[in-house]
């Protein structure tokens, strides 16, 4: 089987990523590198932190792997090139784009998540900020 649909793995493997690096007085370039977070880099993360962050992308490697062991190569290559195309569609730019196509053929088009209530406001409202405050006043 190759491994570009191979199944992924239930339990991804965690190394903790420790900052050594330092400056050139022996401490570290906070300005660079940024606040180091001593908490994350000694204990490990739960387990299923990275699963449950990665579940959108291990559900589709499962699918491309389940229709790699049905159909053969082919039927995988053809989703991921339909996908490809449904990700590159859009509108005009400064057009922000439905990406209808995307969410009918991801299955989740009929989900509503917090993206769909709090992303944009209504498309009719023609002043958003000031589309709901009394005017007569």
């Not at 400056?23 to 993360?45: C, H, I, K, P, Y």
């Not at 299923?48 to 962050?53: I, Y």
């Not at 995307?102 to 409202?125: H, K, L, Q, R």
Request: negative net charge.
């Amino acid at each position: 089987m190759e491994k570009q649909f191979e199944i992924p793995a239930l339990r991804p493997h965690h190394t903790p990523k420790v900052t050594t690096e330092t400056g050139a007085f022996g401490v570290v370039d906070t300005m660079r590198s940024g606040f180091v977070n001593t908490r994350s880099e000694l204990t490990a993360r739960h387990p299923l932190e990275k699963s449950e962050a990665l579940y959108d992308f291990n559900q589709q490697k499962i699918r491309l792997g389940i229709a790699n062991k049905i159909a053969g190569t082919a039927l995988p290559l053809g989703i991921q090139a339909e996908r490809t195309c449904a990700a590159k569609i859009g509108r005009l730019p400064g057009l922000k784009s439905s990406r209808l196509h995307f969410e009918v053929f991801a299955g989740t088009d009929e989900t509503i998540t917090v993206e769909d209530v709090f992303d944009m406001p209504s498309p009719w409202e023609e002043d958003p900020q000031f589309g709901r405050c009394n005017t007569t006043a």
